[in-house]
């Protein structure tokens, strides 16, 4: 069974940083797209970043030179690397897999990330 | 401002058919798929329909799709109180190189 367990939010002042992690099961983050969506309170989603397969990576211009995301192929795990934190980066971060980063068959339970001072 | 177009609410009462479209450009749904996510309450999207037309399995076939153009539709048939919820497309936008979502659509029961 697929399963995607994020982790590592939490409350954090402005420009502060944090390290999104997602912990897949039942399949390999690296034979895969990979990918973060958020979703702010109450607002619609959000496409953040993706990984492919041959580690190409593309990245909202919201967050371009702040977030980073990569995968530790040998704990199975996918990060987001969130630097710079501003107010507006506050949501409900999703992991999420599938074969092409448009078509996403499953996501995780979401963390949630508070910019707050 | 999304970059595509959905429109805000959709209602309809039980047994009816509802229609959400979404509304894009070349660059996104015109030469990509559109992709459907169902999002109910306090939950995780879901897929609801890939590469414009195609159900996952267990999607019930009273949800399709379909493209024309530069734009996408999801379609509704015989509504049940359990579709409430808010429904968004997505597609890979070519210029942008960015999945690009609609800004959602919801969808009451009545």
């Known amino acids: 069974e697929v399963q995607l367990v994020e982790s590592g939010g939490g409350l954090v002042p402005p420009g502060g940083s944090l390290r999104l992690s997602c912990a897949a099961s039942?399949?390999?983050?690296?034979?895969?797209?990979m990918s973060w969506v958020r979703q702010a309170p109450g607002k619609g989603l959000e496409w953040v970043s993706v990984?492919?397969?041959?580690?190409?990576?593309y990245t909202a211009d919201s967050v371009k030179g702040r977030f980073s995301i990569s995968r530790d192929n040998s704990k199975n795990t996918l990060y987001l690397q969130v630097n710079s934190l501003r107010p507006e980066d506050t949501a409900v971060y999703y992991c999420?897999?599938?074969?092409?980063?448009?078509?996403?068959?499953?996501w995780g339970q979401g963390t949630l990330v508070t910019v707050s001072s | 401002q999304s970059v595509l177009t959905q429109p805000p609410s959709a209602s309809g009462t039980p047994g009816q058919r509802v229609t959400i479209s979404c509304s894009g450009s070349?660059?996104?749904?015109?030469?990509?798929?559109a992709n459907w996510y169902q999002q109910l309450p306090g939950t995780a999207p879901k897929l609801l329909i890939y590469?414009?037309?195609q159900r996952p399995s267990g999607v019930p076939d009273r949800f399709s799709g379909s493209k024309s153009g530069t734009s996408a539709s999801l379609a509704i048939s015989g509504l049940q109180s359990e579709d409430e919820a808010d429904y968004y497309c997505?597609?890979?936008?070519?210029?942008?190189?960015?999945?690009?979502f609609g800004g959602g659509t919801k969808l009451t029961v009545l």
């Open positions: 999420a897999s599938g074969p092409w980063a448009a078509r996403i068959d499953y």
């Open positions: 039942g399949f390999t983050v690296s034979s895969t797209t």
């Open positions: 990984i492919y397969r041959d580690d190409k990576t």
């Open positions: 070349s660059s996104n749904i015109g030469s990509n798929n």
């Open positions: 590469s414009n037309s």
């Open positions: 997505a597609a890979w936008d070519d210029s942008l190189t960015v999945v690009v």
